[in-house]
Each structure stands twice: as C-alpha cells, then as structure tokens.
C-alpha cells in the first residue's frame, strides 16, 4: 500500500520519528514523507537528564511554514528534560520550501 492510500485508511497525518542514540556524539535516523528536511541538528543530551538517567521519547506536533521555518511546537508527551531539549535543537531544523503543514514528531532519548 503506498503512503497517500495508507494515510487516508488510517487518518494519520505526516509523522516524522527521529530516533537518537544519546551520548555526547549520538546518531540520528528519520523518515518522513513529503517535505525535505535541510537541517535537523539532533537534541543535546541534558547534563540533568544524564545525573538521572532519564530516558524515553518526546512527542512533539510541529508547524512548518512555507519558508521551511518552524512555525510554532507543542509538546504532546514525554518528560519536560527531554522535550526542552528536543525544542531546542527544533529551533535549529529548517525544511525545503512548500505549503505549510504540520507534522509529529517522535524524539526517543536512551542513554548510552
């Protein structure tokens, strides 16, 4: 089943899953159908989040604007360490141009 068949049966919108192995140098993997992601630094790994050993994954709904800019984010789940630092690389993210939309993303942290 393609993405646009696949979407309209499951009433999902756009989602984009960054997943991050945390360290000092993590990796980063994502996917994501449609708009072109230019610049995605991954979140920083929070001193304070690493003292606790927090872990586990941020949702964020994000709207993309026409320029590619990050319009506006929302913080749908996932411990407010871990979103704050998810946001502020989120400020850094620059898309390709195009229609503004929204879209979720996932931000899983796992210290390493």
């Known amino acids: 089943m393609d993405w646009p068949s696949a979407k309209k049966k499951c009433g999902m919108g756009l989602r984009l899953v960054v997943m991050l192995g945390i360290a000092s140098a993590g990796t980063m993997t994502f996917a994501q159908e449609g708009r072109k992601v230019l610049i995605h630094p991954q979140p920083l790994y929070p001193d304070l989040a690493k003292e606790m050993a927090l872990r586990g ?56």
Do not use: N
Not at 70 to 90: E, M, N, R
């Open 57 to 112: 994954t941020v949702r964020i709904e994000v709207v993309i604007g026409t320029d590619g800019e990050i319009k506006s984010t929302k913080v749908l789940g996932g411990h407010p360490i871990l979103a704050q630092a998810a946001i502020d690389a989120l400020r850094k993210w620059k898309y390709a141009p195009g229609a503004e939309s929204t879209v979720t993303l996932e931000f899983t942290f796992k210290p390493q």
